[in-house]
């Protein structure tokens, strides 16, 4: 089942976003034991890396380069991973 989400672009249009599905943190049975894994997301010096909370599996955490580690709903991390890569950011994995 696709669910479809509209987000608000202004005062006169809605944009309909697709839920992302295969995002990286879908992880498997061998994947769950690894609980240090991070995705990073690069485009020229700009780096995402998103890693899972080892706390809350409903968090992701999102760090931009350097900055600080924000906490998101699984959900937001989820589509913010899918903007970031419809933008041609290339994926990288750390464990």
């Keep these: ?3 479809i989400f509209l987000k608000d672009i202004g005062t006169h249009m809605t944009l309909i976003e697709k839920y992302p ?3 990286p943190w879908d992880l498997n049975v061998e994947q769950k034991k690894n609980k240090s894994i991070e995705w990073m ?6 780096v995402y890396t998103f890693s899972r909370s080892r ?3 409903e968090y992701v955490y999102i760090q931009k380069n350097d900055g600080r580690r924000k906490a998101f709903k699984e959900y937001e991390a989820r ?3 899918q903007r970031l890569f419809d933008e041609g950011y290339s994926l990288a994995v750390v464990s």
């Design 1 to 3: 089942m696709d669910i």
């Design 21 to 23: 599905e295969n995002i």
């Design 41 to 46: 997301l690069t485009k020229a010096d700009i």
């Design 55 to 57: 706390i809350n599996q």
């Design 79 to 81: 589509f913010t991973y």
